[in-house]
């Protein structure tokens, strides 16, 4: 299963769907898919924004400058990671630390 964890200046993804085969897993594809456009999103617009850590099963995102624009694209990428949820419930669950 894939765990996402939301706080205010840090996203943290952790684990692997197990959703099919490695290769052919669409659900740890999309989180993929979702978390990397958002990071380079947010590198285009200031790179000096955000600390990331891409590894196998690992994706860490720390918030250093939040902005407008930062703040809508990864309020964004939670929302996109929120619908894959609701689809696949079995395969990927979302922390959000409430503030």
Do not use: P, W
Not at 22 to 49: H, P
Request: proline share 0%; hydrophobic share 40%; charged share 30%.
């Amino acid at each position: 299963m894939i765990k996402v964890n939301i706080k205010k200046d840090q996203v943290t993804i952790k684990g692997h769907a197990d959703y099919e085969e490695f290769g052919k897993d669409i659900v740890c594809a999309s989180v993929t898919s979702i978390a990397t456009t958002t990071i380079n999103a947010i590198i285009r617009l200031d790179s000096e924004a955000i600390d990331f850590k891409s590894d196998s099963g690992l994706i860490d995102i720390i918030i250093k400058k939040h902005s407008d624009l930062v703040d809508i694209l990864i309020l964004n990428m939670t929302e996109l990671l929120k619908e894959l949820e609701k689809e696949y419930k079995k395969y990927i669950k979302i922390n959000e630390e409430v503030l």
